[in-house]
């Protein structure tokens, strides 16, 4: 297995990494997320930065930083000036600027320049992610700075990175777009909560974002990369309703990166199979003609309401818990007898259903038929 400790940046960044708006007037929206689990405390920190309709002067115009943290508590701002955000479409790089002493176009600044001229505000990229917010209700806040040492992007170890909707999400015919942008690296840093600090060396950390002109009806979630008897692993798995051209698809994946290795079960490789409570169970199995995984998550906890990006901008409409009781079990079907490659276990995975309808459990699968017809439509064949 090749060395990931010294792997090179780029090695480990996914397509679709850069910011997808080019200037349109039509409904859009972008989201960015980052997660750090700090496994000493049991807490984890997820940081959803969102933009909706860039162009302006729309009535859903503007961003927002939300951030889950401990205990799943839950701070959030908006930022509604759109001329105030920066984002790059070539590399994973983004900022907004709310109460700032400077007069200059808003861009990527130093961390030590970033604390002393912008008193609210975040800016992200591939190694950095650091901000301050604060409710001007009750006063609750978040201040964060970390870098990040990114492991796994999407795709083998040492090899060009994979888009996580396959080679067809370079045509935009998938609404919304969905992009892994690290499955796996390492934050050092430290996080203010309200007052708790929290410095932590080699933490787990994730990343992903989405973005389109059309928005999820219904989908679920489960991630985790720090397991209490496995190192060196990540697990990405979910699916949902979405559109692809003029069709509703439900589509699900399980992905797992382990010890260099990517098992990526998908529409296109596996047969793919789901059965998700409205809360507190997700069960998933996929098969494909070398490999089988079964996952089961489960929680007790209630969850807390987040904001998603509909078609009338940021509203509660989806439920989260970063304390997910998670068991994930990966074989080898290989041979005559299936051999266990994995079996591993984690009491601070992430879980989250969305949309709706969510009045009865969701039990479907997903196949590659839709996309066979997707592909005819568009003469690709």
Known sequence: MASIST??????????????????????????????TLPDSGQTFAFMYSMDDPIGGKPHSGGAAQVLGADDGYVWRTFPDVSKFWASQGVLALGHWGKTDLAVKPTYLNPVEFERHVQEGYQATATL?????????????????YEIKPIYGWGDAGKPQQSTAGWLSSLQIFEPGWQILMAHGLATGWIDWNGKRYEFTDAPAYGEKNWGRAFPKKWFWLNCNSFTDATDLALTAGGGSREVLWWQEAAALVAIHYQGEFYEFVPWNSQVYWQIEPWGSWQMQARNEQYDVTLTGKTNKPGTL??????????????????????LELRDRRRRQPRTILKANSSVCGLETGGSPWEEPWISSADYSLIRRVIQATGMV
């Open 306 to 327: 987040l904001r998603a990006p509909t078609e009338d901008g940021l509203r509660f409409f989806c439920r989260d818990t970063m304390h997910g009781q998670l068991t």
């Open 7 to 36: 792997t090179p940046l780029y090695l480990t960044q996914t397509p679709h990494r850069g910011y997808h708006w080019e200037g349109s007037s039509d409904r859009f929206f972008e989201g960015w997320y980052y997660r750090v």
């Open 129 to 145: 992610n650091q901000g301050f917010i604060q409710n001007p209700g009750d006063g609750s806040y978040c201040r964060w700075q």
